[in-house]
């Protein structure tokens, strides 16, 4: 019995999706493969019991403070730390383009991952940001939530060839800096245009009340209710391009309300505000020549700063990183 469950995980993973990969590739690129944006109806799935995991995968993504947040009143199922729900990242329950969806990522894993510097399932990912976006703790490794989230994945990826890019995947890439972002003037462009929704200071607006697990409208962009310093948001590639290509809400990546120069400044001054640590970073990207240009905790393979890592500009540390490499490998 205990093959089976472990060869019926593996059959599932071994299609599975990244939630929050860790690979930035541009608009242009992805742009070029002939395929539409197409959304699966979930509402066509049948009421039985695929439907019904597949729909509260959907809820679980959507909805996630109130099923499994710090407040819902069933102490057992606090399993995020904050009252994010997964959608405050993965626009419309994973399904906008351009809003890190989850739509053709199915089949990407088991794979190897830098961060990890081992091979990894789509569960263990999904454990990842359990404990980095969601500040909170793994769910039940065979537990509902888990099957739920894995089959959800699963049917948003109907259709999609295997192996074939997926335009519409994470959320864009845009041009870099040439200089260091600059989180004084992204502080102007808050005040102009984000803070109306996510507060003054950042701590966004809630549905109803502290306590009630009904979670924001909102979400809070840093302090101790938001996503830890080791969630892939707090990287500013991710955060800019994201901001670039959804925010303010109703933004979508065909017309972007900011300039790609506010969306860099403005992602650098949400990345420089405090919010919840995670222990134990530095364990993470054990060859650290793999460590993303933009990872804002040390220890780095090169001896450029932390601010610069933070900031950037990211081209110097990318061409320091290819010399240690060549030199790594004898070149």
Partial sequence: MKFKRIAAAVLIMSAAAEVCADVKPAIAASAAAPSQWIVPDIDKLPDDEWGRTVRYGRDLIAKTASLIGPEVKDSARRFAGNNLNCQSCHINAGTQEYGIPF?????DFPKYRARTGAVGTMEDRIQGCMERSMNGKPLPANGPEMIAIVSYMKFLSTGRPVGEPTPGRRAGAMPELDRAADPLRGRKIFESNCAACHGADGRGQRVGSIGDAKGYVFPPLWGPDSFNDGAGMNTLIDAANFIHSNMPQGTTWQNPSLSPEDAWDVAAYIESQPRPQKANLEKDFPNKLEKPVDEPY?????????????????????????????KQRGQ
């Fill in 103 to 107: 739509i053709g990522v199915f089949a």
């Fill in 298 to 326: 040390e220890p780095f393979p090169d001896d450029f700063s932390l601010e610069q890592h933070k900031f950037g500009p990211f081209a110097p540390i990318r061409a320091a990183i290819k010399k240690l490499r060549q």
